[in-house]
């Protein structure tokens, strides 16, 4: 009785929204229009989410999607309308991959013979700012605030080891790993690198720093000796940014605003617009022609559901990914799936369901193209392997081929804090995975059989999909982390690129010319709003997906942007009238 009136309460309450937010729209009802001269406004201060953000809270205060920043500069490089693009940068809030990515859409973007402008306070501030900067460079006018500063100041990796504080504590931490490379065992089971440790994270800083250094001095026309000189000296005060030529003017957020609009033209009416509110009108790229279905994996690979950003851990749920997989398949219309990966592993059984499923898409006719995001490692890399093509930024963090297992014992601990435990087994391995003792050797030759199988068919399974020797497929694993770039050579993956290099092999594989239109729809789909209440109203529906369909009507919205704006930041308070809830 009470589950049926809480979800009686909450149908009447996605009812009563709905109502209110169709109401707005029904009294604001016009074809929403661009102005003549657009510029668009991206800010990049804050991290970009990998695929759809939670719904329900992009209705509610909208977050920007690294997929939308790529949609709006592939949009907008093709619109008359638009004519160049205002970003505001800050820290280092996008993966080094996303980086490479966005520099590549800038570049195109400004290859339309359009202008782009970067702004910020400080890039990095009182932290660092080499990812920033690094995308920043990319414009063709990088402004900074007065008295800001320039953190283009290097890589650095502090890696935590608790070994110590676990002894004081008596917590005994049993984990094993295969092999040297695989690191994440050191965390806990050692109190500074190891010289394989050392060596990965040696070659991870160097390569990505070249990278760097290389990626600012190409795009500012410096020698890379130049861009090195700077990096050792920075943070840079203001002036001295200017003077070593990594910055070109120094205003306000103001004055680069200004500056935008009269290089747009500075037409009546002319006006910055933000990604999401201009996608919503002009429509996003890729609209027409034959379907590429656009599945992401996200997050920790786990079983069942993928966590929803926004509302905790995101996670990458094989039930989810799964059922998006088996959609694509049996549509019709799709001719091929771009799997995009940002994960840095988790469940095997979970992977290896993913993995399967991808298998089985190939088998059916539809081809698979997996495009990895800032990392694809362990079981991200392990559900790449399914895929006819894998591309990788240089920067991706990807590989880790090896696999770890273990527990901590908090035998020790409790015994000192008094507390004493009985046990009774029916079987050796009964309390394998109890935390309230060790492992005895029955239970670690149990998990060492466990990890051996893993990584021999982890093993065996890089050689088959990559057309590598058993001995080749070894060399590139031992739980190893790689850069892009790294494992390009290593035969790994396939294609340097991002998001653009996949659908361009997505056509290819489909059989479509190169250039051809097509149109990139995501799976999972989100359910019809009748199917939601219908859900909700019979217990099988989730209340926040319900309300999350509500964020459908942001194209119709897209001119109340302002208002909505305005009543974040409390300047039409006064206006609303009391809700009774706190805030």
């Known amino acids: 009785m009470l589950r049926f009136f809480v979800r009686l309460f909450a149908l009447i309450g996605f009812l009563v929204v709905a109502a209110v937010v169709t109401g707005v729209v029904l009294a604001v009802r016009h074809e929403p229009s661009l102005p003549d001269t657009v510029v668009l406004e991206l800010d990049l201060r804050d991290p970009l989410a990998e695929g759809s953000v939670d719904r329900l809270g992009s209705f509610l205060g909208h977050e920007t999607t690294f997929q939308e920043v790529l949609d709006a500069l592939e949009r907008g490089r093709s619109d008359p309308r638009v004519k160049g693009v205002l970003a505001r940068f800050g820290g280092d809030g996008a993966s080094f991959a996303q980086v490479q990515e966005l520099r590549a859409a800038v570049e195109r973007f400004r290859a339309s013979g359009r202008f782009a402008i970067a702004f910020a306070e400080s890039y990095g501030d009182t932290g660092a700012g080499n990812r920033s900067y690094l995308l920043a460079s990319a414009f063709d006018e990088v402004w900074m605030q007065p008295l800001g500063l320039l953190g283009l100041t290097g890589l650095s990796a502090q890696i935590p080891f608790a070994r110590g504080a676990l002894d004081k504590l008596d917590i005994q931490p049993q984990v094993f790993q295969r092999e040297e490379y695989k690191s994440l065992a050191d965390s806990v089971m050692r109190t500074d690198f190891t010289p394989a440790h050392r ?25 890379p000796a130049a861009v090195k000189a700077a990096m050792d000296r920075a943070p840079l005060i203001d002036r001295e940014a200017v003077d ?81 997989i088996e959609d694509a398949v049996d549509d019709p219309d799709v001719k091929a799936i771009l799997f995009r990966i940002d994960s840095g592993g988790g469940s095997v059984t979970a992977s290896e369901t993913i993995r399967r499923a991808l298998v089985k898409a190939r088998q059916s006719g539809k081809p698979v193209i997996a495009t990895m995001g800032g990392t694809a490692a362990s079981g991200g890399y392990w559900i790449a392997l399914a895929a006819d093509r894998i591309v990788a930024s240089p920067a991706t963090v990807t590989g880790s081929i090896g696999v770890v297992a273990g527990k901590m014992s908090v035998a020790g601990l409790s015994e000192r804090l008094g507390v004493h435990w009985g046990v009774l087994d029916t079987a050796p391995n009964a309390g394998l995975w109890s935390p309230l003792r060790p492992f005895g050797p029955a239970g670690e030759e149990r998990l060492n059989a466990i990890i051996d199988s893993s990584y021999s068919t982890f093993l065996a399974r890089v050689a088959e999909a990559r057309h590598l020797t058993p001995e080749q497929a070894r060399d590139a694993a031992k739980g190893r982390v790689w850069t892009g770039a790294q494992a390009k050579n290593l035969g ?65 919205l897209a001119e109340l942007a302002p208002l909505v704006r305005a009543a974040r930041s409390g300047a039409v308070e006064a206006r609303m009238p009391p809700l009774g809830l706190e805030r």
């Open 199 to 223: 060596e990965m994270m040696e070659s991870l800083l160097g390569d990505l720093t070249n990278q760097i250094v290389d990626g600012v001095a190409v795009s500012r026309r410096l020698p």
């Open 492 to 556: 790994l993956i396939d294609e340097l690129g991002g998001v653009a290099t996949a659908l361009t092999l997505a056509r290819q594989a489909a059989k479509l010319e190169p250039d051809s239109p097509v149109t990139v729809t995501g799976y999972p789909r989100p359910k019809p709003l009748i199917r939601e209440i219908l859900d909700l109203a019979s217990g099988k529906g989730d209340l926040v997906e319900a309300v999350a369909v509500l964020a459908g009507l942001r194209p119709a």
């Open 244 to 324: 070593a030529k990594l910055v070109d003017r120094l205003g306000y957020a103001d004055e680069a605003r200004e500056e935008a609009l009269r290089r747009a033209g500075a037409a009546p009416g002319a006006d910055t617009m933000e990604a999401a509110d201009y996608l919503g009108i002009a429509g996003p790229p890729n609209r027409s022609g034959p379907t590429i279905a656009l599945i992401h994996a996200t997050g920790t690979i786990t079983g069942g559901d993928s966590g929803k950003p926004g509302l905790g851990e995101v996670t990458a749920g094989s039930e989810t990914i799964v059922s998006a």
